[in-house]
């Protein structure tokens, strides 16, 4: 799994893909950020949604998202462990408790804005 972001005022705009055998097998545009006083995680999955993820929580270095909607993932949940590593965690709705987890390795130093 590839996650790349770039800081783009006034939001983050990222791209995520899946390689496997050498082919792209999944393809999302993703975004964060604010509209209305509210954050907002948004992904366009091969040409489709966008689906919103309002920010239900952060605490500490946790950030979780969540669309009861959406059947899978119906929750993201990003944790910055250091500066260097990201967890990721995409659940599924009850009774569909599927959770895919994934660790993002940061290849860069470029930082968006302090808060």
């Known amino acids: 799994m590839v996650e790349v972001w770039n800081w783009k005022e006034p939001r983050y705009e990222g791209v995520a893909y899946n390689i496997s055998n050498g082919d792209t097998v999944v393809v999302e545009e993703l975004f964060i950020e604010r509209f209305a006083g509210n954050t907002s995680y948004l992904a366009v999955v091969n040409s489709s949604g966008p689906y919103a993820f309002p920010l239900e929580s952060k605490v ?19 944790r910055l462990d250091s500066a260097g590593y990201i967890s990721i965690s995409l659940m599924g709705q009850e009774p569909n408790t599927e959770e895919i987890s994934y660790r993002l390795v940061r290849l860069n130093d470029k930082n968006g804005p302090s808060d």
């Open 60 to 78: 500490d270095s946790v950030f979780k998202f969540v669309n009861a909607d959406h059947d899978f993932p119906s929750t993201i949940i990003y």
